[in-house]
């Protein structure tokens, strides 16, 4: 397996498949600088103004359209081309008002899916873990580096923060992080596939087989057509709590 960590620069042989640079001559392309998503699951921004929007033709032309500060992820201008933008964010284009979510998509691995203007307002984050701040607090760790505190009146006894369990999913504004709402992980919840052979699906949760760890845990989905699929548990972002709609917009045919 070709080494992507630990060095400056990253051989184009060696980016993740999904990263539309293999056409492109040279030996080395770009690699993301440490930031909220792996390597594995995100794309630099440079490939993306230039490879995927298209508004550069050069590495060059796509610096400068960054370092001039034409596109925001997650509601905060990013200047450095390096930056790993990943799943669930938003990408916003200045001068133009266009805006994305960035979703997993089928055999592509990801997808830039065009969102209205008010949707790109928020964002949906997965919590990793949680743990207990300084005063009591609950602060919670999500799949993209941030960290939203829910703060409790009663340490010894937080209700406020119950409900809140990791793989859960919440709902926050951008770049504010205000807690809007939280969709957990269960039976009945609507969730997307972010990973494996069936990433990009999109299917309500019909039964949680726990084994060890995550990736030893199954999960059964059923999608829109009433067809069921199995995925690892830690390939599930849940995108809606049961009974309810999807928070966010989806490709054509999804879901409904």
């Known amino acids: 397996m070709a080494r992507m960590g630990g060095r400056r620069h990253l051989r184009t042989l060696a980016a993740p498949k999904f990263w539309p640079v293999r056409q492109r001559a040279g030996v080395f392309t770009v690699k993301p600088s440490p930031g909220p998503h792996p390597i594995e699951r995100s794309i630099p921004l440079l490939i993306l103004v230039r490879d995927v929007l298209g508004y550069a033709k050069t590495g060059r032309e796509a610096r400068k359209l960054i370092a001039e500060g034409h596109f925001k992820i997650d509601g905060r201008v990013r200047r450095n081309y390096k930056y790993p933008v990943g799943f669930m964010d ?5 001068d133009t008002g ?19 203007k008010d949707e790109a307002g928020f964002k949906l984050g997965r919590v990793e873990d949680k743990s207990t701040v300084k005063g009591g607090h609950v602060q919670l760790h ?11 009146s009663d340490p010894a006894n937080p209700v406020e923060a119950k409900d809140y369990r990791t793989l859960g999913t919440v709902k926050i504004t951008v770049p504010q992080q205000e807690l809007l709402g939280y969709a957990p992980l269960e039976v009945g919840s609507l969730a997307i596939v972010f990973g494996g052979r069936n990433v990009g699906r999109v299917g309500r949760i019909v039964s949680i087989q726990r084994g060890v760890g995550r990736k030893g845990s199954i999960v059964t989905l059923e999608d829109v057509r009433g067809e069921k699929l199995q995925t690892s548990l830690d390939y599930v972002f849940v995108i809606a709590p049961p009974e309810e709609e999807p928070w966010i917009s989806l490709p054509e045919g999804a879901w409904k």
């Open 142 to 152: 999500l799949h993209d580096g941030r960290n939203v505190l829910i703060r409790v």
């Open 98 to 116: 266009e805006a994305y979510r960035v979703l997993p998509y089928p055999v592509r691995f990801f997808m830039l899916h065009p969102i209205p």
């Open 90 to 94: 938003v990408v916003e284009i200045v």
